[in-house]
């Protein structure tokens, strides 16, 4: 499936950091290490929660994101979404699910439509977490260019993100997040 949106894709071209190398402000360090569902805590502080599909298509995972699990080269299926609560854009999300991961049961994650992937996955009771890493995107981004497509009133910087691999059945695939400015997560 091969679906492009103007934006598509934005990519999340940076380094990636182990937590303690950063203070992070209580609140902000709250959402980004948060081990749970992101989309089930959205869901739970807002009316009307929603997915916006940017992009999705199959790619070579670019040595810029490859890691342990998913290595430079290997075909991904790239989808990247935005996460709205109450018609306000909360997260960005991209995700790289190899194809190699994409078979028996978790087909259905190529087929997501405006379903969220946290939402399949975390249903999931032998989902695997690795580790989180995070890190600060700057004015000069891919996702703060994204910010300014969108004129997000009062483009906070940095605009914190985080990513995981999460492994279903030995299967794994990789979940990068951005909190957008205004997002609950930088509120006090």
């Known amino acids: 499936m091969t679906t492009e949106h103007l934006l598509f894709p934005v990519q999340m071209l940076t380094n990636w950091h182990s937590p303690d190398t950063y203070t992070l ?13 992101l989309t089930a805590r959205l869901k739970a502080l807002c009316q009307d929660f929603r997915v916006e599909v940017l992009g999705q298509k199959i790619i070579a995972c670019d040595a810029a994101e ?16 935005l996460l ?3 018609d306000i854009p909360q997260v960005f999300a991209r995700s790289l699910l190899p194809l190699s991961s994409l078979t028996g049961a978790q087909q259905q994650l190529a087929h997501l439509g405006t379903q969220s992937l946290g939402q399949v ?16 995107f700057n004015a000069q981004s891919s996702v703060a260019n994204l910010v300014n497509y969108l004129a997000i ?3 906070q910087q940095p605009l914190w ?3 995981s691999i999460f492994v279903l059945d ?6 990068a997040e951005v909190f957008l400015p205004g997002a609950m997560a930088y509120q006090k």
């Open 170 to 175: 030995a299967k794994p695939l990789m979940v």
């Open 121 to 136: 996955l975390f249903n999931h009771p032998d989902l695997l977490r690795k580790k989180i890493e995070v890190t600060a």
């Open 161 to 163: 993100g985080r990513r």
């Open 25 to 37: 402000p209580n609140n902000l360090g709250d959402w980004l290490l948060d081990p749970s569902s």
């Open 153 to 155: 009133a009062e483009n």
């Open 84 to 86: 709205y609560c109450d």
């Open 66 to 81: 490859a890691n342990d699990d998913i290595v430079a080269g290997e075909q991904v299926l790239i989808r990247e979404v």
